[in-house]
């Protein structure tokens, strides 16, 4: 079992991660008075035995799957549910999911009773970036993760027993964010994924925990000095001001986040190429992420008018400018506005 310390001003918590670990790790869970599970249709199906062999004590709700769970409406049925239960403020809520699931279950422990127990029991790849950090958060028509808070859990519990049973697509989907943390962070990180993986079927391998854990130290790195995403923290966000705009426009879940953030890394390289002089062989990381079956290119449907719009209400913006984290060099991110004609004709190269 390997096991990352996350340190914050508001709490300092631990992710444990290993295959098989769950069932160890039930006696750490123990003390509230209630625990009410939140896991989706998808999980529920392969998983719910699990969780009711485990858990035996708890209460188990299912939402949809993917960003169809993350509305306003499904967040309301959560809150009845829990309040019908009779959950109090020394009860939990334990996220049993991917990161949607997270998302939702986190805000709905933050804000039930002005906040209870949460724990992350990711079963996503995507979910080692979510999980960890305290992000949670439901979206709006307008805008992705616009309601949220910074609400850290109790714990992780990263079982990759659990990620044996993902299609590829969630595979890949989740692995676009390894590569997200290899290139903000770590060169020497990227260079390895590069020359070990070269198939998506080559993601899912022994080398995964390795690969998560090196991710989430990445990512504990910029949490624990920046818990509030007041200054370095946004630089984990590289990729996500054009992907969430395009996972909006696709409509929420029509595009899986990693797909999205995916496209988004590559306008940000071109970009960064452009803006701030990056020497880095952009085609040849093209060409990698084609082979592990990216579809890299903004849908062709897409107006960049609409984009831009939408980029304009990240959370990262100033004064209606979309900000973006760029990179000076692999492993050296910045923050900057850039002119809206280079953003356009990137647009335009990379549509389909």
């Not at 790849?125 to 910074?150: R, Y």
């Not at 990216?294 to 304009?312: C, H, N, Q, T, V």
Request: proline letters at 3%; charged letters at 20%.
């Amino acid at each position: 079992m390997e096991k990352v310390e996350i340190l914050t001003k508001s709490k300092n918590y631990h992710v444990f991660i290993g295959e098989n670990i769950l069932q160890a790790l039930t006696t750490k869970l123990d003390g509230f008075s209630k625990v009410l599970i939140i896991t989706d249709e998808t999980v529920s199906e392969y998983y719910q035995n699990t969780l009711i062999e485990y858990f035996p004590k708890s209460i188990i709700y299912t939402v949809p799957s993917g960003e169809k769970a993350k509305t306003f409406n499904v967040y309301e049925e959560c809150i009845n549910f829990a309040l019908k239960a009779g959950l109090d403020r020394k009860s939990a809520i334990f996220a049993f999911g991917g990161g949607a699931v997270g998302d939702l279950a986190g805000f709905v422990a933050a804000t039930y009773m002005r906040g209870i127990g949460f724990v992350q029991i990711p079963t996503t790849i995507l979910a080692h970036d979510s999980a960890v950090g305290g992000k949670v958060a439901i979206n709006h028509p307008l805008g992705k993760n616009i309601v949220g808070a910074f609400y850290q859990p109790e714990m992780v519990i990263y079982d990759t027993l659990f990620l044996k049973s993902l299609p590829k697509r969630q595979i890949r989907s989740g692995f676009s964010e390894v590569i997200k943390h290899a290139l903000i962070a770590d060169p020497l990180f990227l260079k390895q994924l590069m020359q070990e993986v070269s198939s998506i079927d080559q993601v899912n391998s022994d080398k995964l925990p390795q690969y998560l854990k090196r991710g989430i130290e990445i990512k504990a790195s910029f949490v624990s000095i920046d818990e509030r995403e007041a200054g370095i923290r946004a630089f984990l966000n590289f990729g996500h001001t054009l992907g969430h705009a395009i996972e909006a426009n696709a409509g929420f879940g029509d595009l899986t986040h990693g797909e999205a953030v995916m496209s988004g890394m590559v306008f940000a390289l071109y970009i960064s190429e452009q803006n701030v002089g990056l020497e880095f062989n952009i085609q040849q990381f093209i060409q990698w992420i084609e082979m592990l079956g990216y579809e890299w290119k903004i849908p062709s449907y897409m107006k960049f008018d609409i984009i831009f719009e939408l980029m304009k209400r990240d959370k990262k913006s100033i004064n209606g400018n979309p900000s973006f984290v760029l990179l000076e060099e692999i492993g050296k991110p910045l923050m900057a506005e850039v002119e809206e004609q280079l953003l356009k004709e990137t647009f335009y190269k990379m549509r389909k």
